[in-house]
Structure formats: structure tokens, C-alpha cells
T-cell receptor, first 114, second 111 residues
Framework: DGGITQSPKYLFRKEGQNVTLSCEQN?????MYWYRQDPGQGLRLIYY???????QKGDIAEGYSVSREKKESFPLTVTSAQKNPTAFYLC?????????????FGPGTRLTVL | SQQGEEDPQALSIQEGENATMNCSYK?????LQWYRQNSGRGLVHLIL?????REKHSGRLRVTLDTSKKSSSLLITASRAADTASYFC???????????FGQGTRLTINP
């Protein structure tokens, strides 16, 4: 059963804590992405990775970090430096290319700072 | 500012009616995509139209692209309650390796 999974579905964090959001895919996709979505808004790109052991900052990378040690996994750490982390986080994967940038999304993780 | 801007921001229609959403963008694109998001869920890819295409159909969906006006429209015919969702356009900007999303149209289908 192919797909992209995210865990946990809901996450609560105290101020000053780092938290890590999991994203796993078994679609054999080279590219993976992390987006942030605020209420009533579109998606903003945090980080993306086109290949294992390589990743690039997106539009709002400050306060976040990622790693890409395996093709299947692209965890996102929300650090204490992110001042307003409460949001819905979406992970996606895809096959990078000029005309084939369709992305496949996970179900999301809702992060709330207490 | 956003590359893609959807219009209207919210749309409420009766079941069975057609729904039309529009997307405008600013720079040259490789392709334009439409996604659907049910409340609190991930996005689902609906349709992709390339910059050299003008119209594309998929079931009850019809997408048009006018590169001279830098705009696209998504038409959902014979709407159903299950079509209630937010719809986003996303563009692949020439030379970039990422999708840029608009802010979405929130569609409500009333039974």
C-alpha cells in the first residue's frame, strides 16, 4: 500500500522545546517537501530535498531544520527559535522534473504551542 | 506576494450547480496544477495543465489556461456535497524546482 505518512497527527509543544515531525514515503520518490499552512491560508515552503543527503531552504526556513539520510524519510524539527510555530504542517513527495512536479501529500501534523 | 491568487476566496452554491474558480499568477510558468484539500487533511492533486495547453478535462473537472492573461480557471460541473473543500492552484515557475501555491478558494456545496 503505497503512500506518504506523517506522525503524529496532533502535537503539543511547550515554549522553548524542540519537536520533530516525522514524514515517511514508500513511493520511491526522490523529492520531498515540507510546507506550513496557517488558518485560511495557502501553503508556504519550509524546506525541500531533491535527493538523499541534500536539501535546500524554502521561503520560511528560519527556526526549522531537516535531514535527509534516507530516501524514504524527511523529518522536520521545529526549534525553539521558531517564534510562532502553531500551524498545520504538510509533507509531500514527488518526482522532480520540468513537467512532472505533481506532489503527493501526507495527512498533515497539527502543531500547537501551549 | 503570492505567485498564485485565487478568486473568489469563498464560494457557496447549491448541489447540482456548476462551480468556477479562478487563479491568476505573475511570472512565466512551466505548468499549473489544481489541488483539493478537505478540512484538516492533506492536499490531493486534481489536474495538471502544461503551459502549451489551453484546456484539459478530467471527469467533472475542466481546467483552462490563458498564458497571455496569466490566468487559469477550474470548473466543477454538477457539483456534489462531497466537492465541499478548499481548492488551490499551484504553479511551477520556470527555472524553479518547487511549486508555489495560492491562498485557495473555499467551496461549500449546499444540499
Amino acid at each position: 500500500d503505497g503512500g506518504i505518512t506523517q506522525s503524529p497527527k496532533y502535537l503539543f509543544r511547550k515554549e522553548g522545546q524542540n519537536v520533530t515531525l516525522s514524514c515517511e514515503q514508500n513511493l520511491n520518490h526522490d523529492a520531498m517537501y515540507w510546507y506550513r499552512q496557517d488558518p485560511g491560508q495557502g501553503l508556504r515552503l519550509i524546506y525541500y530535498s531533491q535527493i538523499v543527503n541534500d536539501f535546500q531552504k524554502g521561503d520560511i526556513a528560519e527556526g526549522y531544520s531537516v535531514s535527509r539520510e534516507k530516501k524514504e524519510s524527511f523529518p522536520l524539527t521545529v526549534t525553539s527559535a521558531q517564534k510562532n510555530p502553531t500551524a498545520f504542517y504538510l509533507c509531500a513527495s514527488g518526482i522532480p522534473g520540468r513537467f512532472t512536479d505533481t506532489q503527493y501529500f501526507g495527512p498533515g501534523t497539527r502543531l500547537t504551542v501551549l | 506576494s503570492q505567485q498564485g491568487e485565487e478568486d473568489p476566496q469563498a464560494l457557496s452554491i447549491q448541489e447540482g450547480e456548476n462551480a468556477t474558480m479562478n487563479c491568476s499568477y505573475k511570472t512565466s510558468i512551466n505548468n499549473l496544477q489544481w489541488y483539493r484539500q478537505n478540512s484538516g487533511r492533506g492536499l490531493v492533486h486534481l489536474i495538471l495543465i502544461r503551459s502549451n495547453e489551453r484546456e484539459k478535462h478530467s471527469g467533472r473537472l475542466r481546467v483552462t489556461l490563458d498564458t497571455s492573461k496569466k490566468s487559469s480557471s477550474l470548473l466543477i460541473t454538477a457539483s456534489r456535497a462531497a466537492d465541499t473543500a478548499s481548492y488551490f492552484c499551484a504553479t511551477v515557475v520556470q527555472g524553479a524546482q518547487k511549486l508555489v501555491f495560492g491562498q485557495g478558494t473555499r467551496l461549500t456545496i449546499n444540499p
